[in-house]
């Protein structure tokens, strides 16, 4: 049976390498996207010092950039677990001979239940996500009819008040779903993994310390839900699985013992790991969290001038049109106003995009600033480095320099 990636265009990576490897900024077409590869790499492996520190496991989140070279940095040779958030992204980068470990984060869609049967078959170990009994019934029934399929492996999706997905702890939902999974007649079918936690409203803060907090929240919750099962079933083993970008930038400030401590006597009912992936990228809103610095970012979006605007709408020196819009840049918000910030090149002030159409934005003033010449090709620092990369075919790699192209990664967009 075949299944929606294999419809799925790939650009070729070899004609591109051939074209664009050993050219420079100057030589791309705009809009493209480029990632300068020494900072995506310290970036990478900030996050697995972070979680030796720690003393915890790493499952690296591949949805920003969704490459095999990509997850391979982030991967180091710390770690073979990863999240993704597409199947398209598993079938391909589970090519790689370093994981071992692949977690589905949306919970469990029935339509797709015969995918995820075919591609249990291709990973030691493939885990799904639920947060509804109605989810472990349709995962029950399918293998009570295939035999030969294995045993589900599920992480249960725990809400910490972002309510998005996931169940609260303190939900008798939460407790009832547990007790079902646990229960022996659907524990030869489903097995429960772990559990995972994300704090997305991390993005929102602005301080280290306050990512923190987040940080010892989600261990607290997803623990406790351990607690939930461990009472039921004291010999169950257990992931708990927590993290986002902030949170996960922020677990370098937190040790092992305070840990303990914040955990109000209670043990670690588990093995604690972290998970994020916007970290090798980063962008406006994780630098608005105060967890990263502009030099961490390595994602910027090269666009070019083709109009300029003098005084228009009282701004000074005026506007000036730019061919990279929703499309290119996304339509996301942060702390830091527009939807882009232009930083290079440098010595005509501070420009950012203040409006954005499909496939073109409009460049607004900020301070002492001067008109690009027409033509000039600018680096923007989009505010979601995930979505803007998702409408990108593929990808040019910068080296040191931050000019010379040293590789071309092709992303496996789509579902």
Known sequence: MPFPYEYNPIADKQKLVDEYVGKTISDLPTPSLIINKTKYTSNCQHMINNAKSLGVKLRVHVKTHKTYEGTELQLGQFTDRIVVSTMMEAWNIVKSDKINDIHYSLPVVRSSIPQYADFANHVEKFSLMLDDKDQVDALVAYRQKHKDVKPWSVFVKVDQGTHRAGLEVGDSELASLIAKLLDPE??????????????????????????????????????NAAKLARKIDPDVKLILSVGATPTAHASESLTQDELIKKLDGDEIFGELELHAGNYPCCDLQQLATQCVQAKDISLTVLAEVVSTYPNRQDHTPGEQLINAGVLSLARESSAFEGFGHVVKPSGYGDWFVGKISQEHGVLYPQRDCKFFPYGTKLRIIPQHSCIAAANFPYYFIVGEDDETVVDVWVPFRAW
Do not use: T
Not at 196 to 218: P, Q, T
């Open 186 to 223: 659907v524990k030869q079918h489903v097995q429960l993994y772990g559990f995972y936690c994300h704090a997305g409203n991390s993005y929102g803060v602005n301080s280290e310390s306050s990512a923190r907090d987040m940080l010892i929240d989600e261990i607290k919750q997803a623990n």
